[in-house]
């Protein structure tokens, strides 16, 4: 089998003519394999899904029970086996139950890795290299100039300012799944035990977390009639809300963000903060450079952000490569990949 | 937190991007409080303009970024980020400090680059600077190639990094300007004197500058309150403030400075002044151009502004002079907490005795009440100005005891602008307003007479919206409806003969030559002063005369106030 016929990229998503099913499909399909809970890649509506029991939770906590008919749970490492082809979860590192799936079919393995991360993140099982003959990459920080700073670094940064500005609440627009919770976890980690506000479309996330053994400290959710009271505290919402009338009856907010895109001044200015956090749930691009190697895969598709500059490293480094243009994904504003606007 | 190149960077960086003034100033006091010297000095240095690396060019840092990367990719890059420092900063390829581990050389200091560049042969430079960015984080590199290149922009002023200096204890800025141009970097004396940890050092620039003492506006109220006795009164003139100080260094050589009023150092752009400034002393005074003896508008003036170097050209055609108003320091001795009235008697008998070329003295004005100053702020033709009076802008009113206290002391000098211009202009056309006045005809289009090719005919010079009452915007509507010769649209045309229709006194702040009217004129923040119900429109204003008053308010609104 050659690997086109064993994964292909149609309007609906990335399929898999064999099975007969799609990973991460971005239309409503018969049967779906999904490798995280972002909305750009888990979507309500399918007949049937595969994903990992963290990530069918946190489908359910967004769209309801009912957001397919039928619920499969994988398990890391588990082969299932779907007609002629197996399908196995990995774990990807990226969020909470995040995966990435190794489809392999008459001796040919593809691994379709999702989102994924390589920097530790104690909300998430870290991410475990596969070996393929083909391994999609994602590509959110597919530039050279992407590289994550160390975390610790960052979250001084706001606890500096914290001590630099104790009169004023801190607000970070940070992304409800993965991002928010990471950034708890920094910030504990860090030593800042006092409360953590946090807006009400992210209680639910941040509690669903802590039923899976993701310790994160005093989380408060803000109520209106409060906000007024958050002088000098931490806030968390989502990045919508950062520049909205919700923020600005913060007393005298410093506007934080949390993003591996708050590496570019022109983008963090763009989106008027005052204190950006370099925190991604994205591989940099020095990460990026490092899994492929490691996955030892002699042919790269890459997808989802910068392809240009990654298929290049990869024809420099003699890996065969190719951009496998999807669509439909980062456009939802959830996944740091929500964050350019006319540049990719 | 170490006091290396990198953490001046995160100062510089979380300046970037804090709007807030006081923000800004918390972040400095901060990294100074807790930076030793010399670090916190070079740093000082470099957010007041006081670092000079004139070495590095963008060639050669786009060279060093081309031996280390792929082009290709670097294209992609720098395409993204839209900045040759920033994209070279982060796709540097050194090994990164993630979790801890890294570097085995520790990061440059900012004092230790200057000291390096200070001696280094242009040869080395490539060596060196790559070694820095080896050295680096993604930060410190943007900051160490924003710095030799000269990009650096961080929205910080030189006064409000000083303010930061003097945050670190109770100094006034104004004390630390006072002997900040007998400093030089790395600063300790200062930093120690801040910190209340050392004596004022010892300002031994023969010529530095003081801080200006600026006026209030006069108000209506001011005139009951204030005994015209105590006053002294001058023109106003429509310049630049300056502030020319000379002296003698301890080698009896002449130091020789022009300071704008914020401090900033302009000698560079007047040689002829600096030339003629033989004399020990700090005089406060105007920048003016003059030609055969007579002040030119503050448009000519412009043409010698924000210059680095002059030809003899612009020399020649633009010539500068100080018209001197107060004298600070009279040989090596500091008269400012002496009276004005014998700080101006020292300035007379200074300039006696000098006779510099390009100086000389703004004339007093004799008053004896308000009323006599009012004629001449609305004449100044009439009172010695001449034909001056076209670059005064109103009236210096100070106390005659007052000392020279820096900033804007209360009470003791005022000035009084002249009247915005005020013209007679007949109603043309009007039209409907927009929201609440839409059923109003409220936008209104008035003209000056001039000559043309059958006698007398109007020309529209502006457009008023507003100035008028809710009562007197009724009565123009009525007015409009009644009188009304012509309909375009939502544009009535009323009647403007010599006999029949409204003459409206507009008030406005300034004037212009544009070639987009037909008037050849522009006004600025026009309105509708006063209805002159009382006169026929064949006695409104003629168009040559806002020609005249042209030169006299173009130049208005140039410079911040004083
Ligand atoms: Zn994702
Ligand atoms: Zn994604």
Redesign the interface.
């Known amino acids: 089998m050659r690997p086109h016929e064993l994964l292909t990229p149609t309007p609906s998503g990335l399929y898999c003519p064999p099975a007969d099913v799609y990973i991460d499909p971005v239309r409503p399909v018969a049967r779906a394999l999904i490798t995280h809970g972002h909305a750009d890649h888990a979507r309500a509506g399918h007949g049937a899904v595969l994903a990992t029991r963290e990530t069918l939770g946190i489908m359910a906590v967004r769209y309801g029970a009912a957001f397919t008919q039928q619920q499969q749970v994988a398990t890391w490492g588990e082969r299932v086996r779907i007609g002629e082809v197996g399908f196995t979860f990995h774990p990807a590192g990226h969020v909470l139950g995040s995966a990435q799936i190794a489809v392999d079919a008459g001796g040919l393995r593809i691994v379709a890795s999702g989102d994924y991360k390589r920097a530790a993140d104690r909300t998430c099982t870290a991410f475990e290299p596969v070996r393929c003959d083909v391994f999609i990459t994602e590509a959110t920080f597919g530039l050279p100039v992407f590289r994550h700073p160390d975390t610790a670094g960052e979250v001084a940064k706001l606890l500096d300012s914290l001590t630099l500005f104790p009169e004023r609440c801190h607000v970070i627009g940070a992304y409800a799944l993965g991002k928010a919770q990471r950034l708890v976890a920094l910030i504990r980690d860090a030593g800042y035990d006092r409360p953590i506000h946090v807006h009400g479309a992210m209680e639910k996330l941040m509690g669903f977390y802590e039923a899976h053994g993701v310790p994160l400290g005093d989380i408060h959710k803000v109520v209106a009639a409060e906000r007024k009271t958050l002088a000098g505290e931490i806030v968390i919402c989502p990045p919508s809300a950062v520049q909205d009338l919700w923020a600005r009856q913060l007393p005298d907010p410093v506007t934080a963000f949390a993003s591996g895109w708050m590496r570019i001044r022109a983008r963090a200015r763009q989106k008027g903060v005052e204190l950006p956090l370099i925190v991604s749930d994205h591989a940099d691009w020095d990460d990026l450079c490092a899994t492929i190697r490691e996955v030892g895969a002699p042919e790269v598709w890459v997808t989802h952000g910068q392809e240009d500059a990654l298929v290049r490293w990869c024809a420099m480094n003699g890996i065969r490569a190719r951009p496998l243009r999807l669509a439909g994904y980062g456009d939802d504003g959830e996944a740091d990949g929500e964050m350019p606007t006319a540049a990719s | 937190m170490t006091a290396d190149l990198n953490s001046f960077a ?1 100062l510089l960086d ?1 300046l ?4 807030r003034r006081n ?1 800004k100033l ?2 400095m006091t ?1 990294y100074f409080r807790r930076t030793p010297d010399p670090e916190r000095g070079h740093a000082l240095a470099a957010m007041t303009g006081q670092l000079a690396f004139a070495n590095a060019k963008a060639g050669l840092i786009r060279s060093l970024i081309t031996d280390r ?2 082009p ?3 294209a ?2 720098y395409d ?4 040759l420092s ?2 070279v900063a ?2 540097w390829p050194a090994a ?5 581990i890294g570097h085995n050389l520790p990061a440059p200091t900012l004092a230790g680059i200057v000291a390096a560049l200070a001696e280094a042969e242009k040869r080395e430079l490539p060596t060196l600077l790559a070694d820095w960015l080896d050295q680096l ?2 930060t410190g590199r943007w900051a160490l190639l924003k710095l030799i290149t000269g990009g650096l922009r961080i929205g910080v002023s030189a006064r409000l990094a000083k303010t930061a200096v003097a945050g670190l204890g109770a100094l006034p800025t104004d004390a630390i300007e006072e002997v900040w141009h007998g400093l030089t970097p790395p600063y300790e004396a200062l930093f120690a004197w801040a910190l209340g940890e050392g004596p004022e050092p010892e300002a031994d620039d023969p010529a530095p500058f003081r801080p200006a003492m600026l006026a209030h506006p006069m108000e209506d109220a001011d005139f009951d309150r204030l005994d015209p006795a105590a006053f002294s009164a001058e023109w106003k003139w429509d310049g630049i403030r300056i502030q020319a100080s000379s002296g003698l260094d301890a080698q009896d050589r002449r130091v020789t400075r022009l300071y704008s009023r914020t401090g900033e150092d302009i000698s560079g752009a007047f040689p002829e002044l600096v030339e003629a400034m033989q004399f020990d002393a700090a005089i406060d005074g105007e920048l003016l151009v003059l030609r055969e003896g007579r002040v030119q508008s503050f448009n000519v003036l412009q043409q010698r502004l924000n210059r680095k170097t002059v030809s003899a050209r612009l020399l020649a055609e633009y010539p500068a002079h100080v018209r001197a108003y107060d004298l600070l320091v009279d040989g090596t001795e500091d008269i400012r907490a002496l009276p004005l009235s014998e700080r101006r008697q020292r300035l007379e008998a200074l300039l006696a005795a000098k006779q510099p070329a390009r100086f000389d003295i703004s004339a007093e004005l004799p008053f004896t009440t308000w009323d006599d100053l009012a004629a001449a702020r609305a004449e100044p033709g009439s009172v010695g100005a001449g034909a001056d009076a076209d670059a005064i802008e109103g009236l210096m009113i100070k106390r005659s005891d007052s000392a020279y206290v820096p900033g804007r002391p209360k009470g003791l000098w005022f000035k009084w602008k002249r009247a915005p211009g005020l013209i007679d202009c007949v109603l043309m056309y009007a039209q409907r307003g927009h929201g609440k006045r839409s059923s109003f005809y409220s936008d209104f289009t008035f003209g000056c007479w001039r000559t043309g090719e059958n006698g007398d005919e109007l020309v529209p010079v502006g457009k008023a919206y507003f100035g008028f009452t809710d009562a007197e915007l009724t009565e123009l509507d009525r007015f409009v409806r009644k009188n009304t010769i012509n309909r375009f649209g939502p544009v009535r045309e009323v009647t403007h003969t010599a006999t029949s229709g409204l003459v409206l006194e507009i008030a406005f702040e300034g004037l212009q030559r544009s070639t987009r009217h037909k008037s050849g004129v522009a006004m600025r923040f026009p309105r509708i002063h006063r209805i002159r119900w009382d006169k026929p429109p064949g006695e409104a204003d003629r168009l040559d005369s806002i020609e005249r008053l042209m030169v006299r308010t173009s130049a208005t609104g140039s410079e911040p106030e004083g």
């Open positions: 995160w979380r970037a991007y804090e709007p923000g918390a972040l901060d990367t792929d290709e990719l670097f992609l890059s993204y980020v839209g900045d920033e994209t982060l796709m990164r400090p993630r979790d801890g984080d993604e």
